[in-house]
């Protein structure tokens, strides 16, 4: 039998509580499993909502779901990757086998993270963890199924490529894959935090003539600007009002609504041109609901799309997107507002809720 791996993690063990940096003992690896140590992990807002129950989850838990490693061990059936190659870990692993995969939807797969919230994890003082967001990167190692990793270019610095696991991927994906947006057009993008910065750098490399950034923290519209907003809409300005100034009055072409609650998602619907079309980028609560009339659903044609992980393919888009970063074509260190510790982790989160960081990023050793 292998020698018990342990670790330091950032284990939340109750909504409403802040997490508490703790041992954990990772389970044996099965045949399908790969140990990573990691190197980073990016603290996104999905996190903060599992820790005050906005998005409901299974506690005592890891979280964590935008990190990146190197391979330490692997199970016996495991063929993606080896010990010593580095990887970017996905929460949403394609089974490449349900309706959803096989219909070019991996994004939607039914059994992906089921499979990985499933199965064995790690144990704190003898109380099974359950592996949050099926990842759980909020530590020193984690254990996940094998379709969580995919293998990159060790060249990249680690503590950038994993913001190709959540921020750079959902941002950049909502706009090439999801909205696919065009040379010339317009685009709104409402919420700037890290996913929305990184809508904004999309829609430029897309070709889009008009950018605007709108949020009520002036640093992130500043960000936005350095980004390639080319209009920004604060928080003493009509948002919808400021929207239409920089589109000749009709609303944007596309608006992505990068929040996940009901106000911001009215406001991107309202920012939009007739016959345009509102991406939801945002991970909401179920607790949130959104009213249109339907006059308005009619006459104006508006499309509304929601958007899983950016449409993304991690296999695809994973390495691309790293490929995109090593050239500097995508600015992932821009994103990039503090550098932590493992321990520091709660001020992350409260950096995140006063709205002064765009990512906070745990470098792990430092």
């Given at each position: 039998m292998s020698a018990t791996r342990t670790a330091l993690a950032a284990v939340a063990h109750e909504v409403g509580s802040p997490l508490a940096v703790e041992e954990i003992?990772?389970?044996?690896?099965?045949?399908?499993?790969?140990?990573?140590?990691?190197?980073?992990?990016?603290?996104?807002?999905?996190?903060?909502?599992?820790?005050?129950?906005?998005?409901p989850f299974m506690f005592p838990t890891v979280l964590g779901h935008e990190g990146a490693g190197v391979v330490e061990a692997v199970g016996d059936a495991v063929r993606r990757v080896k010990p010593g190659d580095h990887v970017v870990l996905t929460?949403?692993?394609p089974c490449r086998r349900c309706f959803w995969c096989l219909a070019g939807q991996p994004m939607l797969c039914e059994n992906g993270l089921a499979e990985a919230l499933g199965g064995d994890y790690a144990t704190v003082s003898g109380t099974k963890l359950v592996r949050g967001l099926g990842t759980a990167t909020f530590a020193e190692r984690t254990l996940v199924p094998e379709?969580?990793?995919?293998?990159?270019?060790?060249s990249v610095p680690l503590e950038l490529a994993a913001l190709v696991g959540c921020a750079l991927s959902t941002g950049l994906g909502a706009v090439w894959n999801t909205a696919q947006v065009r040379p010339g057009t317009s685009v709104a993008v409402v919420g700037c935090g890290g996913v929305g910065l990184s809508v904004v750098q999309g829609?430029?490399?897309a070709g889009a003539a008009v950018i605007v950034a709108v949020d009520p923290v002036p640093a992130k519209l500043e960000m936005a600007k350095a980004f390639g907003a080319t209009d920004t809409v604060g928080a003493d300005d009509d948002p919808v009002a400021g929207v239409r100034a920089a589109t000749a009055g009709r609303g944007a072409d596309t608006v992505f609504e990068v929040v996940g609650k009901a106000a911001s998602i009215r406001t991107?619907?309202?920012?939009?041109?007739?016959?345009?079309t509102v991406v939801l980028v945002g991970a909401?609560?179920?607790?949130?609901e959104v009213t249109f009339n339907a006059m308005e659903?009619?006459?104006?044609?508006?499309t509304i799309k929601g958007c899983v992980y950016g449409s993304t393919d991690p296999d695809r888009d994973f390495p691309l997107l790293v490929d995109l970063v090593r050239s500097?074509?995508?600015?992932?260190?821009?994103?990039?507002?503090?550098r932590i510790s493992l321990d520091q982790v709660n001020e992350a989160f409260d950096d995140m809720e006063a709205g002064t960081v765009a990512r906070s990023v745990i470098v792990f050793g430092q």
């Open positions: 003992e990772l389970a044996q690896p099965g045949p399908g499993d790969v140990v990573v140590r990691l190197a980073a992990s990016g603290v996104c807002h999905s996190d903060l909502s599992v820790m005050n129950g906005s998005i929460w949403m692993p379709g969580e990793v995919v293998a990159i270019d060790p829609a430029k490399l991107a619907f309202s920012s939009t041109r007739r016959g345009g909401g609560s179920p607790r949130e659903l009619f006459v104006d044609s508006k500097g074509a995508v600015d992932a260190s821009g994103l990039v507002t503090r």
